[in-house]
Every structure is written in C-alpha cells, then in structure tokens.
Antibody
C-alpha cells in the first residue's frame, strides 16, 4: 500500500520558519516526482512546489518563490519543505502528494496544519 | 491555465444523478496526444482522493457510478446515482500545462 505521512506543522509567528517532512512507503520513492499542495481554510487546493526524481529540478508557485525550498532524501524516502519568512496567507493544511504534473496526485498524505499568526 | 467549475454547490437527492462541469481556458491536449485532466473527491475532514485521470480513467477502487468525459476544454464528472458517502467537494485538475485546480464543487444531499 502506498503511503505518505507528513509532519512538522504548527503555529509560527509571521516572519518565522518551519520545516515540513513527508515520509513515503509502499512505492519506489526515487522513481517519482513529488509535490506539496496546500489548502487554506475553507478554500480550494493550490499546488505549492514539486521536485524531480533526483532533486535536480524544483519548481514553485510564484507566491512562495524565494521563501520556500523543496528538497528530498531518496535514501530516507523523504520529502521536505523548508518554509521561511512565513506570512499569514501561508496558513493552510500542507499535503505531500505523489507525482509532479500530468497524471499527478494518485496518492496524498493526511496533511499537516501550518498556522502563521502572532 | 484557469479551470472554471460549475456549479459551485450541487444539492442532490439520494439515488439521483449529478453532473459537474470543468472548463479550461486553454486546450488540455498535451504534445504527447494525451489529455491530463483529473478529478478529485475530498470528503469532509479527509485528504483529497483521485477518482479519474486522463479525462475518463477510473482509479483503482473507485465505484463505477463515477465517470468522466470531455475533450479539449470542456469536461464533465458524472455520478450516476448519488450515495450518502459521495458528499464532499469535487475538484478538477489539469496537469498538461503545469498544474492548476478548479475552484471546487460542493455536493450535498437535499
């Protein structure tokens, strides 16, 4: 069974930092693009970032460029999202999802909540 | 690419059909000839779940009352007979021109 488990969310002040993690199991992690998708309260889904299988390419939504960094450790079957200079509008549930584009997101994690507030 | 879903809210009687539209601002036909339009279901309090990929292919374990159709810029998700467990928000998503999601359609029981 393919599984993704996120961790690392929490309450942080504006301007602060947080690092999200996603541990994968049940599939060959190193063969897959991976993504972060977020959902602000009572709103829809927004793609945040994705990363190629070997980590050589990363892409971001404009609103997080220069502040967020996606990375991966294929030896640990893990995906990460380093979030710096956090803003109130970054408040959301952050999901780890399998895939990059095309037939993306056949598997999702349970999500981790990030609240940016003073 | 902008995906516009309609309606925003869809009250349905149990056992009756439901239909959700997703219109794209650009053709979703990829240079490889495939059309990467997916549909997701998000039940209350749960993560999204992919139902349909490439317009009309059901994911494993998805009931056959769900079907997808369409081409180019116009797509439809149909539920042939709505059941109580189908309550939630449905999103279309295109993966042809990077990734964008539709705004969602909330399905509820009348």
């Amino acid at each position: 069974e393919m599984k993704l488990v996120e961790s690392g969310g929490g309450l942080v002040q504006p301007g602060g930092s947080l690092r999200l993690s996603c541990e994968a199991s049940g599939f060959t992690f190193s063969n897959m693009w991976m993504s972060w998708v977020r959902q602000a309260p009572e709103t829809g889904l927004e793609w945040v970032a994705n990363i190629k299988q070997d980590g050589s390419e990363q892409y971001y939504v404009d609103s997080v460029k220069g502040r967020f960094t996606i990375s991966r450790d294929n030896a640990k079957n893990s995906l990460y999202l380093q979030m710096n200079s956090l803003r109130a509008e970054d408040t959301a549930v952050y999901y780890c999802a399998r895939g990059g584009t095309l037939d993306a997101y056949d598997t999702w994690g349970q999500g981790t909540m990030v609240i940016v507030s003073s | 690419v902008v995906l516009t879903q309609s309606p925003l809210s869809l009250p349905v009687t149990l056992g009756q059909p439901a239909s959700i539209s997703c219109r794209s601002s650009q053709s979703l036909v990829h240079s490889d000839g495939n059309t990467y339009l997916n549909w997701f279901q998000q039940r209350p309090g749960h993560s999204p779940r992919r139902l349909i990929y490439q317009v009309s292919n059901r994911d494993s374990g998805v009931p056959d009352r769900f079907s997808g159709s369409g081409s180019g810029t116009d797509f439809t998700l149909k539920i042939s007979r709505v059941e109580a467990e189908d309550v939630g928000v449905y999103y279309c998503m295109q993966g042809t021109h990077w990734v964008t999601f539709g705004g969602g359609t909330k399905v509820e029981i009348k």
